[in-house]
């Protein structure tokens, strides 16, 4: 009886590790096959992205903020208690590619600030002068790496993409610290357009 116990956990551990084996093996060699990327969507595909460096940020009301610098990864500044600001962002826009008008699809943000009294509360997207997208009342505050914000109905780029973000500092006895360390766009071709 024990021969038998003693030869089922062996099989047991046999069988486990030839699985774990087999697990291992499928994996390697998934990851070594070449992999086929395909978009969310057949109809849209994106040619260009285009990004500016935090550090090229442009502040509405600079006597609201304090300790501003320009710094190699991007601009840190403290924002002044109880204030409100906008600060804005001008991408860099191709507007056609090879004789094709693009589309802005959506605008991105990376930032952090240091505490939940420091917030952006709006971003607004505009082609030239005109406004093609607002988010408001978006409240975000802490590490936002990779923050996307979707622009209605996809519509035809004509002069250049610039981001605007609202933001706010409160009154509490908490950190008012911000940093900026890019902004971006997704310009796309609609095929069926």
Not at 158 to 164: L, R, T, Y
Request: hydrophobic share 45%.
């Amino acid at each position: 009886m024990k021969e038998q116990t003693a030869g089922r956990s062996a099989n047991r551990r046999e069988m486990l590790k030839l699985s774990g084996m087999g697990v291992l093996g499928g994996v390697a060699v998934q990851a070594l096959a070449p992999q086929q990327v395909q978009a969310a969507d057949p109809v849209i595909k994106i040619p260009y992205a285009s990004w500016i460096h935090g550090h090229s940020m442009e502040i509405e009301f600079p006597d609201r903020v304090t300790n501003l610098r320009r710094v190699g990864w991007g601009m840190t500044l403290d924002g002044k208690s109880g204030t409100s600001n906008w600060f804005h962002f001008a991408i860099p826009t191709p507007v056609i590619i090879n004789d094709v008008r693009l589309r802005v699809d959506s605008a991105m943000l990376r930032f952090r600030t240091g505490s939940v009294d420091a917030f952006v509360q709006h971003v607004h997207i505009y082609d030239g002068e005109r406004k093609i997208a607002e988010h408001n009342n978006v409240n975000l505050s802490k590490d936002n790496w990779f923050a996307r914000f979707v622009v209605p109905d996809t519509p035809l780029l004509q002069w250049g993409i610039g981001i605007s973000i609202g933001v706010g500092f409160g009154v509490e006895s908490m950190s008012h610290h911000m940093d900026f360390f890019a902004a971006g766009c997704d310009l796309v071709i609609n095929k069926s357009a």
